[in-house]
């Protein structure tokens, strides 16, 4: 079983940063994560993932070159660095866990409860 624990999302200007942080709680290693993202009326979508070894990293190409994705394994833990913030990045962001770091939702099984991002203009 695992379990994730966003936080560090709030309100920003256009043009800040915000860094997302996400606790995870499981056994073992080889977990990959992702962090997807849901506005209001819109589909979940992905943001980013990351390997197990954090070597590989994926990102959607709304978000290359703003957003780095990284993890702490001894920590447990997740990271969003979200730079030059637009207002179409807010939504409810969340962090994800599963086998293999994909693009797909499908391939997450574990999912957090999710930490509001807003941006304003």
């Known amino acids: 079983q695992v379990q994730l624990v966003e936080s560090g999302g709030g309100l920003v200007q256009a043009g800040g940063s915000l860094r997302l942080s996400c606790a995870a709680s499981?056994?073992?290693?080889?977990?990959?994560m992702g962090w997807f993202r849901q506005a209001p009326g819109k589909e979940r979508e992905f943001v980013a993932a990351i390997s197990w070894s954090g070597v590989s990293t994926y990102f959607a190409d709304s978000v290359k070159g703003r957003f780095t994705i990284s993890r702490d394994n001894a920590k447990n833990t997740l990271y969003l660095q979200m730079n030059s913030l637009k207002p179409e990045d807010t939504a409810v962001y969340y962090c994800?866990?599963?086998?293999?770091?994909?693009?797909?939702?499908?391939?997450?099984?574990?999912w957090g409860q999710g930490t509001q991002v807003t941006v304003s203009s």
């Open positions: 994800a866990a599963g086998k293999l770091a994909t693009m797909s939702r499908y391939d997450y099984a574990y």
């Open positions: 499981y056994a073992g290693s080889g977990i990959a």
